[in-house]
């Protein structure tokens, strides 16, 4: 499967922006997808999942309230919409798809990952 992320740009704090994250080769129906972040100088850092059918989903402390994740397996796509943006926020944005079909946040659950997408959040 590969994963391809769109949608990042540079937002002013306080803004808002969606991710999408595509995939081509095989469904990923049965999939937990997850996005993680990877701030500059910064190790990369889980953000949000969702579980196989989109009923369950996860988020960082950081971003809950905030950002909201989905998917639509019919289109093999999942989506990040962030809003109420913080500089804080400003990462590259990656998609990932866990052999697992619960969720699961550790970065070692995830086997296949997109390339990323910059989000940069202006003061």
């Known amino acids: 499967v590969q994963l391809q992320a769109s949608g990042g740009g540079l937002v002013q704090a306080g803004g808002s922006l969606g991710l999408s994250c595509a995939a081509s080769?095989?469904?990923?129906?049965?999939?937990?997808m997850g996005w993680f972040r990877q701030a500059p100088g910064k190790e990369r850092e889980f953000v949000a999942a969702v579980n196989w059918n989109g009923a369950s989903t996860d988020y960082a402390d950081s971003v809950k309230g905030r950002f909201s994740v989905s998917r639509d397996n019919a289109k093999k796509e999942v989506y990040l919409h962030m809003s109420t943006l913080v500089v804080e926020d400003t990462a590259v944005y990656y998609c990932a798809g866990s052999r697992f079909d619960d969720l699961v946040v550790g970065e070692s659950d995830y086997d296949f990952w997109g390339q990323g997408t910059l989000v940069t959040v202006s003061s």
């Open positions: 080769g095989r469904t990923i129906s049965y999939n937990t």
